[in-house]
């Protein structure tokens, strides 16, 4: 069972930065995605980012794109997302998901075409806030 825990939420101006870890354990597939999610009180949940453990791919949705980087860091089964530039509307409790597959999966792939109700493991969520 693939166990993930976030971290690194909190409340920032307008302009700034803040990063996000996720610490990932338990795979039983070489081959899995790694994505942000976020959801904001009374929005659907939004695919943020995602890095591909297949090919190192990564994907960002149009509304972070320019501000938003995702990196990994293997040895020590982390992925970050650093959110730069933020803006009030990037307030939202985020979580770290996992989508495990048996075959290679890009990153695009897997946001585009894996509804978050496929992924199979959470974190808990952490809350991000934004002050105008």
């Known amino acids: 069972e693939v166990q993930i825990v976030e971290s690194g939420g909190g409340l920032a101006q307008t302009g700034g930065s803040l990063r996000l870890s996720c610490a990932v354990a338990?795979?039983?597939?070489?081959?899995?995605?790694i994505g942000w999610f976020r959801q904001a009180p009374g929005k659907e949940r939004e695919g943020v980012s995602c890095i591909s453990s297949s090919d190192g791919s990564a994907f960002f949705a149009d509304s972070v794109k320019g501000r938003f980087t995702i990196a990994s860091n293997n040895a020590k089964n982390t992925v970050y997302l650093r959110m730069n530039s933020l803006k009030p509307e990037d307030t939202a409790v985020y979580y770290c998901?996992?989508?495990?597959?048996?075959?290679?999966?890009?990153?695009?792939?897997?946001?585009?075409?894996?509804?978050?109700?496929?992924?199979?493991?959470w974190g808990q969520g952490t809350q991000v806030t934004v002050s105008s």
């Open positions: 338990g795979f039983t597939f070489d081959d899995y995605a």
């Open positions: 998901a996992a989508l495990q597959s048996v075959t290679p999966v890009s990153a695009s792939q897997a946001m585009s075409f894996m509804p978050s109700f496929l992924w199979q493991s």
